[in-house]
Nanobody, 124 residues
Framework: QVQLVESGGGLVQAGGSLRLSCAAS????????IGWFRQAPGKERDFCAA????????YYADSVKGRFTISRDNAKNTVYLQMNSLKPEDTAVYYC?????????????????WGQGTQVTVSS
């Protein structure tokens, strides 16, 4: 089993920045990638970004490309999502997820473990 705990959410004004953290514990050796997803009220959970665990490869949704940066600290078993130039439409609950399968999935069905989520609210 892998446990994931997100932190760093909060309320920020449009144009501001936040950094989310996803701390992994348990059988972290089984992780192949970590992804960030978000879910706004009344909407489906959407892919934001992902990073492979063993090689430096990152993936971004078009909606966040150029504004969000995903990174990892393997020594701390932590993945970060730096979010800059935030917009009101970025308001959502943000979840991190761990994928055990080779390759990096961009759909939530490809992930095996999920955190509890952290709320990000961007005011206009």
């Amino acid at each position: 089993q892998v446990q994931l705990v997100e932190s760093g959410g909060g309320l920020v004004q449009a144009g501001g920045s936040l950094r989310l953290s996803c701390a992994a514990s348990g059988r972290t050796f089984s992780i192949d990638a970590i992804g960030w997803f978000r879910q706004a009220p009344g909407k489906e959970r959407d892919f934001c970004a992902a990073i492979s665990w063993s090689v430096f490869r990152t993936y971004y949704a078009d909606s966040v490309k150029g504004r969000f940066t995903i990174s990892r600290d393997n020594a701390k078993n932590t993945v970060y999502l730096q979010m800059n130039s935030l917009k009101p439409e970025d308001t959502a609950v943000y979840y991190c997820a761990a994928d055990r399968s080779p390759g990096v999935a961009v759909k939530e069905g490809g992930y095996d473990y999920w955190g509890q989520g952290t709320q990000v609210t961007v005011s206009s």
